[in-house]
Structure formats: C-alpha cells, structure tokens
C-alpha cells in the first residue's frame, strides 16, 4: 500500500505548528516571538531533542533548525528526518552561521528547503517560513 503524502500546509483553520531546534536561548526565544506571529511555536535545544518531539505526537509543518548543536547537529536532523518515511515530506529551514559555499550545498543536498546564515533579517525569515507554508 502507498504512504500518502502529508501535505507541509495547514488546513486553512488551523494554524501551522513550527518546530525550533536551536541551542542559543536568547535566539530561540527571538525566534519563539517572532515565529509564534505565524504560527504554534515548539523548541528543541538540540537535534535529539528534536527527533523525539517529531516521533512523538502530531509532527509540526516545518522545522527551522540551526546546524551547530550538542548531541545532534542539524544536519544529521535534517538527514534522518527525510530518511524516515513519517517525517520525510516535513520541510526543514536551516538557519546557522554557517556561510561557507560547502556549508550551504551540504545543507541543500541534505534535503533543506533554505538555507539562512546568522545574523539574519527577521522579515527574510518570516516570508522563508511563510513561502514554505503556503502562507500570504
């Protein structure tokens, strides 16, 4: 039987769910405030942390993640995320300091579908985020 393909956007009613997967507390509350104008906001320290909010429970429609992290990078997030056939069609922003030219193909290939560098414009990254969602 074929897995059905889950749709990264809301229905019209329901508000998106993001997950931010960012070990900075400071910027990971900028971007709870700055996210949760768009939509529910989860965090995640880290990428383990993070794959444990996906299996569990009602998966977001997108994960912004940053690539740096304890215990498991972003990268490797991203990676496992479209390795697995639950959270494949889940799209994923990376957002890091990261700027190097091999950096942001790694992150490409990895299955993102942007790749910001930090320091960040907060407008960029919300039309990023609502781009992917399908929002206007």
Known sequence: MAASKQSPTPPAQE???ILVVEDDEDLLRLMYRLLGSIG?????????HALQILTLGEPPHLVVTDLMMPRKDGLTLVKEM?????LK????IILTAKSGPRDVIAGINSGARHYLTKPFKPDELIAKVKKVLNLR
Do not use: F, L, T
Request: hydrophobic share 40%.
């Open 15 to 17: 508000r998106p769910r």
């Open 40 to 48: 529910d906001v989860a965090m995640a320290a880290d990428g383990e």
């Open 82 to 86: 479209k390795a697995s056939e639950k």
């Open 89 to 92: 069609n889940i799209p994923a």
